[in-house]
């Protein structure tokens, strides 16, 4: 079976990951598989790392760069989308069908609409995957609106990332659909266990292990390093509680906590919110939590991992600003757009979700419960549906800076409690996060929606 996956953007945002990740994932045996991006970007070079093959058919930068606010009728014909874009989308229909696949898997907003248009005048069958809430706090009432509508009209079968997302559509009970979980790949395995040279540790020539404490504890940890002497003149660390070490903020090496633990010091814990800067996701929010934080835990650092997309560069100077005012610049790091993430947050002691309003999935909370970190999120939308409120993490009110800062305070002074969490939110992550099982649903999806609209050609 052939697909077309279609994206307006080569951004690498939320979507665009998960798409990155399932067009990787594909079972190549089965299923043929082309993106077709309407620019070049980082998502194009991202996509052949993973073999997948891509192809760019350029839209006008006046429509792809348009906000999702900008997609109703009024709006389009402003700028020249779908209407005014009549040309881009029958230069679109001719390439599909000369591609000829048996199914177009639309990917974001605007690939929704152009590419759903585009794919029906060439007479091929139509799948959106819905990254977005359709909803008034979401997006323009007439967006709204008009995109339910389409919803009912151009795709053959939907694909929601959550059940709150597919919700938002109030579909017929008669149209196809299905949720899918964008899933991710599993972390690589790290040791439990260190060895490393004594010296390493002490700092000194000497290569005996004598003077070293037979057993540590760490009591404002809640771990017990155990120490114990080898003829190999290497030093042995166990890390149990904080479901391994990786719950601690070590930085920059594992061998710096032994170090610091043996000389009854701790690192500063670090509290990381990822995701672009944008108004909704609630950076703001974030930077004024940790001015209460700062209060109880003034050792606490905090970072904010994420570039600007969409026109929204003047928010990171008024986010930065906004440090400055509340006295926290010094304890607050703008990290910008980063691609070592997996690192960032297995350096962190907990991951902050802030939006503020209902996100339609939050993809970098599963990635913070792979890691096996417990989260403080925003409660709403797919969050509900990721986040086992006082299991895996804590669920505060959408905008409440008092309630965001006191659930940190809660996971920073119980570590054994906030290993706990870790580690179910671990074991969550396998059971429903896992790329394998997003891969294993869309394949599904494939072969039972091909058997109900139609045979292949």
């Given amino acids: 079976m052939k697909i077309l996956f279609l994206d307006h953007t080569a951004q690498l945002s939320g979507g665009e990951l998960a798409l990155l990740a399932l067009a990787g994932g594909l079972d190549r045996a089965r299923f043929g598989s082309t993106v077709l991006l309407f620019s070049d970007g980082p998502l194009a070079a991202a996509l052949r790392d993973v073999g997948a093959a891509v192809e760019i058919l350029p839209l006008a930068d006046s429509v792809r760069g348009a ?28 390439h599909i069908r000369a591609a000829k696949p048996d199914i177009v898997h639309c990917n974001s907003l605007k690939a929704d609409i152009l590419g759903g248009i585009a794919a029906r005048l060439a007479g091929v069958k139509v799948i959106w995957h819905i990254r977005d809430r359709i909803e008034k706090d979401y997006l323009p009432a007439p967006v709204v609106k008009m995109f339910r509508f389409l919803a009912r009209m151009i795709p053959h079968y939907i694909i929601a990332n959550s059940h709150g997302t597919l919700e938002t559509l109030h579909l017929p009970a008669s149209k196809p659909r299905a949720v899918v979980y964008s899933g991710i790949a599993k972390p690589k395995e790290e040791a439990m266990e260190c060895t490393t040279k004594t010296q390493r540790h002490e700092g000194q020539g000497s290569t005996s292990n004598e003077n070293l404490p037979q057993r540590h504890k760490d009591t404002k940890w809640g771990v017990e390093l155990g120490v114990r002497n080898e003829k190999s ?84 100077g008024e986010l930065k600003q906004l440090a400055v005012t509340l006295g926290v610049a010094d304890r607050v790091e703008f990290l910008g757009f980063r691609k070592d993430v997996p690192e960032i947050i297995a350096g962190s002691t907990l991951l902050v979700h802030a939006s503020t309003v209902p996100e339609p999935f939050g993809q970098v909370i599963v990635q913070a419960m792979a890691a096996g970190k417990p989260v403080v999120a925003t409660r709403g939308g797919g969050v509900l549906e990721i986040v086992d409120d006082g299991v895996t993490g804590l669920l505060v009110p959408m905008k409440d800076v008092h309630a965001m800062a006191e659930a940190i305070c809660k996971i920073l002074s119980d570590p054994v409690k906030a290993g706990k969490m870790g580690a179910a939110g671990k074991e969550r992550f396998l059971e429903k996060f896992t790329i394998e099982k997003t891969v294993e649903k869309v394949q599904e999806v494939y072969a039972a929606f091909w058997n109900e609209v139609g045979s292949k050609k």
């Fill in 233 to 316: 003149e290497s030093v042995k660390e166990v890390y149990p509680g904080l479901a391994g070490m990786d719950a601690f903020p070590v930085s920059p090496s594992r061998s710096d906590f032994v170090s610091w633990c043996l000389r009854g010091e701790h690192p500063s814990p670090v509290v990381t919110l990822i995701g672009r800067i944008s108004p909704w996701k609630g950076q703001d929010v974030f930077i004024r939590a940790a001015g209460e934080v700062l209060r109880t835990f003034p050792d606490c650092r905090f970072q904010i991992v994420g570039s600007a997309l969409f026109g929204e560069d003047a928010l990171v």
């Fill in 67 to 94: 906000g999702r606010g900008s997609l109703g009728v009024g709006s389009l014909a402003k700028f020249g989308a779908v209407l005014s874009s009549a040309t881009f989308i029958f230069r679109l229909a001719r």
